[in-house]
């Protein structure tokens, strides 16, 4: 309920803000609703299905001037969180953002889930990424550039209080793109990397790495390790990207080290993707220049076969610390009934490898489908 009240308390000052400048003021609030199902016949006889309200959020964009709020509030279980709050500055070719967002780190994170080409994203995405925290970015972006570097803490803001963990981490990502608008075609590469400090004011901080693979409908994370002595972490993302009026392709790499206290050798895990589109029916994908990163079909109506491999490598030899190791393949067929509605439906097989949660104990195939509403 906290969550909630600060998201109206939020409304209310984007239009108080425009009482005396209503002619100014721009607010749109927005809504979306995923409705997720899997069955798979993993571990029975029988065909098992899970199904799953997967994501529920309400929000709004509101636009004064240079000024820009955004607030995402989503429901998680039985209550409600706020996910994004940020005050963005627009300038000619840059933003300045503080509050509590996603780092510049990873396209595949940064795509709204509606934009999605699966269900799930990338393992290896989930492995290698965090969920928003607070902080401040500066985005600079022209035809050919963007660069974006902030500072954050090592918590969002749902989880300052209770769960607080006294570390920051700070994260910078460099991208050239190169764009023929006359032949919709667009060549995106570039990379990154976020520091994060040792966590201070505990004697023996813990660190972790999870993922729940290519869905989180399953009873169990598919990868997973927790450790003690954590210190500092660096990692590393170099990214790819090309679009034309048919194709997408898109692929990330990704590095991480954790480093340990008391001698322990460091922990190192590796992983990443490469995934395709193609539009049987319509023309073009969406790109957002501002931030680098691409989105659906342009066409509000569209049919998009799409095809991903993933390898994810959570286990290392020197450090003893065994995450769990894997690959997998993923085909489907996304249809864009208009602007708001969407079907995505999607299969993946899935080679279990050493290390993985003690349920996940042979390779699998699993059938996904989702119906998602945009307002």
């Known amino acids: 309920m906290k969550a909630l009240r600060l998201l ?33 016949g993993y571990g029975k006889e029988d065909v098992q299905g ?19 709020m955004i607030a995402d509030l989503e429901m998680a279980g039985k209550k409600f969180e706020m996910k994004v709050l940020l005050l963005n500055y627009h300038f000619k070719n840059g933003v300045l953002s503080f509050g509590n967002g996603y780092e510049p780190f990873s ?35 022209d035809d050919h550039w963007y660069l974006a570097t902030g500072l954050y803490t090592h918590n969002d803001m749902n989880r ?32 990154g990397f976020s520091y994060r400090t040792k966590e201070v004011n ?11 693979g290519v869905t989180s409908l399953l009873p169990e994370p598919m990868y ?47 992983g990443g993707y490469v995934q395709g589109s193609y539009l049987l029916k319509g023309n073009g994908f969406y790109y957002d220049a501002m931030y680098g990163i691409p ?20 286990n290392d030899n020197n450090s003893g610390i065994y995450g769990g190791e894997g690959k997998d393949l993923s085909l489907g067929v996304n249809f ?16 279990v490898g050493d290390g993985c949660n003690s349920f996940y104990d042979k390779d699998f195939f699993l059938a996904q489908a989702r119906i998602q509403y945009i307002f």
Not at 29 to 36: H, K, P, Q, S
Not at 336 to 351: A, E
Request: some cysteine; proline content about 3%; charged content about 20%.
């Open 160 to 191: 300052l209080r209770d769960e607080k963990k006294n570390a920051l981490v700070s994260t910078t990502r460099a991208v050239w793109r190169k764009r023929n608008e006359a032949a919709g075609k667009l060549l995106h590469v570039g990379g």
């Open 224 to 270: 997973g390790a927790e450790f003690d002595g954590m210190g500092s972490e660096l990692k590393g993302i170099v990214e790819a990207l090309y679009t034309s009026r048919k194709v997408l392709l898109q692929g990330e790499y990704f590095y991480d080290r954790m480093n340990r206290t008391g001698g322990r050798p460091a922990y190192n895990a590796h």
């Open 8 to 40: 109206v308390f939020a409304a209310m000052l984007a239009y108080g803000a425009g009482v005396s400048h209503a002619d100014s003021l721009k607010v749109k609030f927005t809504a979306r609703a995923l409705i997720d199902a899997t069955a798979t």
């Open 50 to 68: 899970y199904y799953h309200l997967e994501d529920c959020r309400a929000g709004f964009f509101a636009n004064y001037g240079n000024y820009e």
């Open 107 to 141: 396209m595949d994170m940064l795509i709204s889930t509606t934009d999605m080409r699966f269900n799930q994203m990338a393992p290896s995405v989930t492995a290698f990424t965090n969920s928003p925290r607070l902080g401040i970015t500066y985005h600079y972006y």
């Open 336 to 351: 864009y009934l208009n602007k708001y509605v969407g079907l995505k439906f999607n299969g993946s097989y899935v080679w």
């Open 202 to 212: 505990k004697d023996n901080p813990s660190g972790s790495i999870s993922s729940p």
């Open 295 to 314: 989105g659906r079909p342009l066409s509000d109506r569209a049919v998009e076969l799409v095809a991903r491999f993933n390898y994810t490598d959570l």
